[in-house]
């Protein structure tokens, strides 16, 4: 089946630094996204990609859909504390039917203060 | 307006046992997903439901079945529950009607089995 693998597993970092993070794939995706969990919460989502080549901004975060369909990237700009959290990609394939998403393994960020 | 909302938060089973797990989507949102989240790992899907139709399926064993009501909550059944099927049990309800993947996830309901 399809696997994504997510990197880094943790990021230790101090408030106010960059943050970048990334997942590649065996197989193509039509659709990556991005998603933050908080413990005790289900995740939420932070950004939707649908094109090839697609870079997407939400505030502090930006993301983009890989050109070959198989990786994305998650980049955070100047950290802060409510930034830590369990960061998820997760890929979409509808081949025409409605699959579910396949989820990476999830970097875990952890600000120093 | 309400989220996505689950029941219970946690319980605690024995091998051998079965299990309910209750979820009510957004007001308005119609498909419903389950996905199982083992400790340290990502989500795993386990069904879609859209109109009380099942629409998609993970790879999980027949003692895992799903249905969905026409108030669009939804029930995730586990029978003969092993200890592996110990996880976070989250749902989420999804807008409209094509699979964009931008669910809106419950906090989940917890099982352990013992």
């Known amino acids: 089946g399809q696997q994504l693998n997510q990197s880094p597993q943790s990021m230790f970092i101090q408030e106010g630094e960059d943050v970048s993070m990334n997942c590649t794939s065996s197989s193509i995706f039509n659709t990556w996204l991005w998603y933050k969990q908080d413990p005790g919460e289900g995740p939420v989502l932070l950004i939707a990609?649908?094109?090839?080549?697609e870079l997407t901004s939400n505030g502090r975060l930006t993301a983009q859909f890989g050109i070959t369909r198989k990786d994305s990237f998650l980049n955070i700009s100047a950290s802060i504390p409510s930034d830590v959290g369990i960061y998820f990609c997760?890929?979409?394939?509808?081949?025409?039917?409605?699959?579910?998403?396949?989820f990476g393994k999830g970097t875990h960020l952890i600000i120093q203060p | 307006d309400a989220g996505v909302t689950q029941s219970p938060t946690h319980l605690i089973k024995t091998r051998g046992q079965h299990v309910t797990l209750r979820c009510s989507p957004i007001s308005g949102h119609k498909s419903v997903s389950w996905y199982q989240q083992v400790l340290g790992q990502g989500p795993q899907f386990i069904f879609q439901y859209y109109e009380k139709e099942e629409r998609g399926r993970g790879n999980f064993p027949d003692r895992f079945s799903a249905r969905q009501f026409p108030n669009y909550s939804s029930e995730l059944n586990v029978n003969a529950l092993l200890l592996g099927d110990s996880a976070l049990y989250l749902c989420a309800s999804l807008r409209g009607t094509g699979n964009t993947g931008e669910l809106f996830f419950g906090e989940g309901s917890r099982l352990t089995v013992l």
């Open positions: 997760a890929g979409l394939f509808s081949g025409g039917g409605a699959d579910g998403l396949t």
């Open positions: 990609l649908y094109k090839a080549g």
